[in-house]
């Protein structure tokens, strides 16, 4: 017996598929995903999407239907998770992020070490750069008991790929997590990279410059930001921020593209890291819809404050709800949100 989650819900993108994958890997429940990306202006599944159901289906030793680009429909029937080591090839520069956001979930489930070899994009739009997840999403799940390490092996940029990472997960039981209070900044870092091509024309001193500037000026820190130069395929640059609390880390990034200044693309992922941090919040909105799952996974009563209750967020707790037995409730706390998981008693 399938349980059926509408792909057009909310927001109606990929989250949804990550989420109800990952949840379904864990929980044993067969999942059908109907009207995938239904709203979007190419809908049904990408590649990143497809390569990321493989993947998880490989985990758990799953019988999956409907995988191929542009499908609407999924049926996903998990079996037992496994351990053991697992290649991807999005074979585009499909998000190496996103493919990683569902699999993480599942593999900590496995009895052994999980180790995921990915290829494609480490940096690119709309999506988790491979920077926010060892600096950002990494620290913060460690709090809740999680064990694993990402390292990056080469960049991939837009609209060619060919970034290599590799993820090993442990096993674990997640623990209870409580971040409500805001923690005074005990330093800002980041990381300014670029395509060796652009080295002559100092984009990632550029970025890292713009990004300094605005955030020295703002919160009075001086920020420790590095800068790196790559071969890659095509041509690309992005710059990571974050800063650490005394009990918690926000970050943002921000990706170059034709015709953006460098100076541009570090002031935005300053002016975004300072928005996420003035609003109070601990956590900031990425994180804030990536650990919904975590939240629900680990025993007990969780809470984590965010700076705005997004698309995304609503829409995993949808997801989350429908495969796992909690309850979500969002309330305002100063200019942030607060966000409460709690077993459900049905």
Known sequence: MFTDIDGSYLEGGGQIIRTAVALSCVTGKAVRILNIRANRPQPGLKAQHLKGIEAAAKLCNAKVSGLNIGSARVEFTPGEIRSGSLSIN???????????????????????????????????????????????KLPVLRRMGYSGEITLERRGYYP??????????????????????????????GLSHASRSLEKASVAERQMKAARKLLFDSLGLSPDIGKEYSDTLCPGSGIDLWIETENSVLGSSSFGKPGKRAEEVGSEAAESLLKQFGSGACLDEHMGDQIIPYM??????????VPELTGHIRTNIWVTEKLLPVKFSAKRQGDAWRIECRQSES
């Open 90 to 136: 999005i074979g585009t520069a499909g998000s190496i992020g996103l493919v990683l956001q569902t699999l993480m979930i599942p593999a900590i489930h496995c009895e052994g070490k999980v180790e995921l070899h990915v290829t494609g994009g480490t940096d690119v739009s709309w999506s988790p750069s491979i920077g926010f997840m060892q600096n950002v």
């Open 160 to 189: 060619k790929g060919g970034g290599s990472v590799t993820a090993v997960i442990e096993p674990g039981e997640l623990k209870t997590i409580n971040l409500t209070e805001q923690t005074r900044p005990k330093s800002i870092r």
């Open 296 to 305: 629900a996974l680990a025993k007990g009563e969780s809470s984590v404050t």
